[in-house]
Every structure is written in C-alpha cells, then in structure tokens.
C-alpha cells in the first residue's frame, strides 16, 4: 500500500465512518501533533476524536498528494450541523503509519462570499 493509499483507507475508515476500532493499523503510539487543540500521540487523538466525533463530520478529499514520506489532503469537512470548513492536512509517514501531523483550517467558508467566481474548493 502506497503511502496515499494509506492516508485514503484512514479517511475512509476513521474520519468518514467514525470509527477508531483499527487505529492501530494507521497510527504509531508516539504520533506527533501539530494542532494546538488535539494532544499528540495515539491516545491523544482517541481523546480529540470524542469531541469531534460527535460533531458528525464527513470528508469529501478534493485533493490528494504524495512526496516520499509526506502525504497531504486538501479537503471539504461538513458538519451534521451545515458548517462547512476547508482542510488540508499534512502527514508524515513512518513504517507505513500516520507519524506526525500539521493542518491548516479554514472555518465556516459556508459563511464566506468569494469576491471571484473560482468557487472555494
């Protein structure tokens, strides 16, 4: 498995189905975070993913990108509650699991009227 394809299986598993039952699969027990509102490690992100979790998020990838050990997702994140944020999330890849983690969020873009017509995603 590619170290994208890696990242995809998560998304789909973890992030869209709500479902931390194979971290171990994905995720070192020493996973270093970046974003300051989540702790790092594997217990960390169980932690943060309580909270979030039950904001009902669903990803939609627009956009998806490997070089070497560095996989980054820029990504459409819909809230049950109609906020919409845009994503990109950055991973570095250690034996074939997610090992560190930066993100860069932009939120409420639902909120938000381009002053073009390029549509925000």
Same mark, same amino acid.
């Given at each position: ?78 809230? @049950? ?18 090992? @560190? ?21």
């Amino acid at each position: 498995m590619t170290n994208k394809e890696l990242v995809l299986k998560f998304y789909d598993e973890v992030f869209n189905n709500w479902d931390i039952s194979n971290l171990d699969n994905y995720m070192k027990d020493n996973y270093i975070q970046h974003n300051p509102t989540a702790p790092s490690g594997k217990e960390g992100f169980v932690e943060f993913t309580k909270f979030f979790f039950s904001l009902k998020p669903h990803m939609d990838i627009i956009h998806i990108g490997e070089d070497g050990d560095i996989v980054y997702v820029f990504f459409k994140c819909t809230l @049950e509650n109609g906020a919409i944020n845009k994503v990109c999330d950055i991973y570095r890849i250690e034996d074939g699991k997610l090992a @560190e983690h930066w993100d860069v969020v932009e939120h409420n873009v639902q909120d938000i009227v381009p002053v073009h017509n390029n549509g925000l995603f």
